[in-house]
C-alpha cells in the first residue's frame, strides 16, 4: 500500500491516519513500523513514521538517517577466491560444469551473517571449501570462521562431475555501502570476487504536515529496502546507533586553535577524527544546521514578542555568527589506512562560547537520536493487536447452546470432524493468549528497564546544555565533559547489552506465537471447507466416505512434507559432519608437517 502526503494538512482531531496513532502530541517524538512487505530475490521494506517534530528536526532525521542507512550498514562478502586446480590462462576446470566466471558469481551472491559490528575491526578472515568429487558444491560446505554463517545453506556453487578435489580459498570482508571495490580481475593469487557491499537498496522520505491546538507540527515517513538478511527495521535502529556515536565523538573534539577577535567575536577550531568520508558530510550538515537554527545562547524566547501596538515582531537571537568547516585525509601508520579529520570552525559573540555552543548543538543532536531507543509503543501496537485477533477467533469459535448442531443433516463422523477442529483452535488460541500475555510481562520488563537508560542519558544532555553554569575556562569545561561522555557511553553499553538480551527473547516469542497462528489458520480452513451449507445436500454414508479419503490424502501430504523435510535436515547435518571432518583432517595434516 502507498500513500501520497504531498500538500495535505491534517488536523490532530483525528489520531489516526497512515496506519500511525498520535499519542503524545505534546510530549517526546516517538517512532512506529507501519508497514513491511517481503518481495522477491530476497528485498524487504518497511515504513516508519517519526513524530511529533519541528520541520527542522524532520530535516536533521531524515539527512542523517539516510546517509547512515546507504552508508555505514555493514554486510559481509566474500571478495577474493584462490582456487588451487585453475589456471588464470583458462576460464574452465576439467571436471566441473561451470566455468570460473560462473563459479566465481555463485560465490558473490552468497550471504553471510553474523555480529559483524564486533567483527569489523578484526577482518578480513578466510574460508575454505575444500570438496572431493563428484558433488555438488554448496554453501554449507564452506569452513567459516567463528562468528559468521551462511544464510542459505542450500546455495549452488559448482557441480563437480569428476572424482577430482575443489580447494577454494576464500576472503571475507566487511564493509559497508560506502566501500567501492574495482571490477574483478584475476591476479596472481586468484581472483576478486564482484562484491557488492549494498545491503541498504534504497531510502525515501517524506514530511506530513498537521496541527494540534493551533500549533503546527510534523510526521517524518521513512521508507526503507533492504536485503536479506538485513531487515528495514535492524537496519533502521543501527543507524540510528551510528548517529549516535558518531556525534558522542564531536562531544570529544579536540580544540586546534582559538582567539579573541577585536569585533568581540570569539573563535575556536576543533578536529575530529579519524573519520570516513560519509561521516565528515553528516556532521557536517547536521552541526550546521543545529548551530544556526537551535542554539540561542543564554536568552531563551517563550513567547512571542510584540510592539507598542500589539503587532509580532520575530527578532533572531542567534550568538552564531559564522560556522565553516574542512576535511583533511591523513594517513594512520599503524593501520596503513587512509583516514579524514573534520575541521570546524566557530565564531560567536559574547553570549556562548565556542565549545558550548558545539557541546550543546551535539546535545540536541543525540537527544532526537535517543528516540530510537524507546521501542515500547511498537511492542504495544503489536499486542493490542494480537490480542484483538484472538478475542474474535474466541467469539466466532466458541460453543453454542446445547443441542446447537442437532437437525442438521450432517453424518455423525463429520459432525465429530467439526467438533475436533473447532476444540482444536480454541486449544490453540487459549495457547497464543497465554504467550501473549507472557509476551506482554516481559515488555515491561524491558520498558522499565529502557526507560531507566533513558533517564540517565537525558540527565547527562541536561549537564551538557548546563556546562557554561557549572564550568569556567575551556580546560575545566573540558574535563567535565569528558566525563558526562563516559557517563553517556556506559548507559549506552547498558542499553546495548541489555537490549540484546531481551530482544533474543522477544524476537523468539513472536517466532512461536507466529507458529500457533499458522496453526489456528490452518484449523480454520480446514473447518471452512467441513461448512454444513457446502455438504448439507449429501447423504451421512457419503459424508463418512468423502471424510474418510480426505483425511487419508491430508495424512498422505503432511507426511510426505515431513519426510522430505527430515530427509534435507538428514542431508544437511551429514554436509556438516563432513565439512568439520575434512577441516580436522587437514588440521592434523598441517599440524603433522610443522612438527
Not at 588451487?84 to 574452465?92: E, F, G, H, T, V
Not at 522499565?448 to 540517565?456: K, M, N, T
Not at 513472536?510 to 499458522?518: N, R
Not at 467441513?530 to 454414508?541: G, I
Request: glycine share 4%.
Amino acid at each position: 500500500m502507498r500513500y501520497s502526503m504531498k500538500g495535505d494538512n491534517f488536523d490532530m482531531k483525528n489520531l489516526k491516519y497512515f496506519g500511525f496513532e498520535m499519542s503524545n502530541p505534546k510530549n517526546f517524538a516517538e517512532w512506529q513500523y507501519v508497514e513491511f512487505n517481503e518481495f522477491e530475490k530476497g528485498l524487504r521494506y518497511g515504513r516508519f513514521c517519526i513524530s511529533p517534530l519541528t520541520k527542522d528536526q524532520c530535516e536533521l532525521i531524515k539527512t542523517a538517517l539516510r546517509q547512515a542507512l546507504l552508508t555505514e550498514i555493514l554486510c559481509a562478502r566474500f571478495t577474493h577466491a584462490k582456487i588451487q586446480n585453475s589456471s588464470n590462462n583458462l576460464m574452465n576446470i576439467v571436471g566441473i560444469e561451470e566455468s570460473i566466471p560462473e563459479i566465481l558469481h555463485n560465490l558473490s551472491q552468497i550471504k553471510l551473517t553474523g555480529n559483524l559490528e564486533d567483527l569489523a575491526s578484526h577482518g578480513p578472515f578466510v574460508a575454505i571449501l575444500d570438496l572431493e568429487g563428484p558433488i555438488t558444491a554448496m554453501a554449507i560446505d564452506i569452513e567459516l570462521p567463528p562468528g559468521i554463517q551462511v544464510v542459505e545453506e542450500s546455495h549452488h556453487i559448482a557441480t563437480i562431475t569428476k572424482p577430482i578435489p575443489l580447494f577454494v580459498e576464500l576472503r571475507i570482508e566487511i564493509h559497508s555501502g560506502e566501500w567501492n571495490r574495482e571490477t574483478p580481475v584475476p591476479d596472481e593469487e586468484g581472483y576478486s570476487i564482484d562484491a557488492t557491499f549494498t545491503p541498504i537498496h534504497k531510502v525515501d522520505s517524506s514530511i506530513q504536515s498537521y496541527s494540534y491546538e493551533g500549533i503546527p507540527f510534523q510526521s517524518l515517513f521513512l521508507d526503507i529496502w533492504s536485503e536479506r538478511p538485513t531487515e528495514p527495521l535492524e537496519a533502521l535502529l543501527q543507524a540510528s546507533n551510528k548517529i549516535r556515536k558518531l556525534f558522542m565523538s564531536v562531544l570529544g573534539a579536540e580544540s586546534v586553535d582559538s582567539k579573541e577577535l577585536d569585533n568581540g567575536l570569539h573563535f575556536r577550531r576543533f578536529a575530529v577524527y579519524p573519520l570516513t568520508a560519509a561521516q565528515c558530510k553528516w556532521i557536517q550538515t547536521a552541526l550546521r544546521q543545529a548551530l544556526l537554527t537551535d542554539i540561542s545562547g543564554e536568552w531563551n524566547r517563550e513567547t512571542r514578542v510584540t510592539d507598542e501596538e500589539g503587532d509580532s515582531i520575530d527578532p533572531t537571537f542567534t550568538p552564531i555568527h559564522k560556522v565553516d568547516s574542512s576535511i583533511q585525509s591523513y594517513e594512520d601508520e599503524g593501520e596503513n589506512e587512509t583516514f579524514q579529520r573534520l575541521l570546524i570552525g566557530i565564531w560567536t559573540d559574547s553570549q556562548i562560547e565556542p565549545q558550548e555552543a558545539l557541546w550543546q548543538a551535539s546535545a540536541k543532536i543525540l537527544e532526537l537520536f535517543l528516540i530510537f531507543l524507546q521501542i515500547e509503543k511498537e511492542n504495544k501496537k503489536y499486542l493490542e493487536r494480537k490480542l484483538k485477533e484472538r478475542a474474535e477467533t474466541l467469539d466466532k469459535h466458541k460453543p453454542g447452546p446445547p443441542g446447537w448442531k442437532e437437525g442438521l443433516s450432517l453424518s455423525r463422523g463429520w459432525i465429530n470432524q467439526i467438533h475436533r477442529f473447532r476444540d482444536k483452535i480454541l486449544f490453540l488460541n487459549a495457547e497464543t493468549i497465554w504467550l501473549l500475555t507472557k509476551l506482554k510481562k516481559d515488555y515491561e520488563t524491558y520498558k522499565l528497564i529502557g526507560d531507566s537508560i533513558l533517564q540517565e542519558l537525558r540527565a547527562s544532555l541536561k549537564k551538557l546544555n548546563k556546562i557554561p553554569k557549572l564550568q569556567k575556562g575551556y580546560h575545566a569545561q573540558k574535563i567535565l565533559v569528558d566525563s558526562i561522555v563516559r557517563e553517556m557511553q556506559a548507559s549506552l553499553n547498558k542499553h546495548k547489552k541489555d537490549f540484546c538480551g531481551c530482544q533474543a527473547s522477544l524476537t523468539s516469542m513472536k517466532i512461536y506465537i507466529s507458529c500457533k497462528e499458522v496453526e489456528i489458520y490452518t484449523f480454520e480452513g480446514l473447518l471452512l471447507s467441513l461448512d454444513e451449507e457446502h455438504v448439507k445436500k449429501r447423504k451421512p454414508e457419503d459424508l463418512d466416505k468423502g471424510f474418510a479419503e480426505r483425511m487419508l490424502d491430508t495424512t498422505e501430504i503432511q507426511e510426505r512434507e515431513k519426510q522430505s523435510l527430515r530427509e534435507e535436515n538428514e542431508r544437511l547435518r551429514k554436509r556438516r559432519e563432513e565439512r568439520d571432518k575434512r577441516k580436522r583432517n587437514r588440521k592434523k595434516g598441517t599440524d603433522g608437517i610443522a612438527s
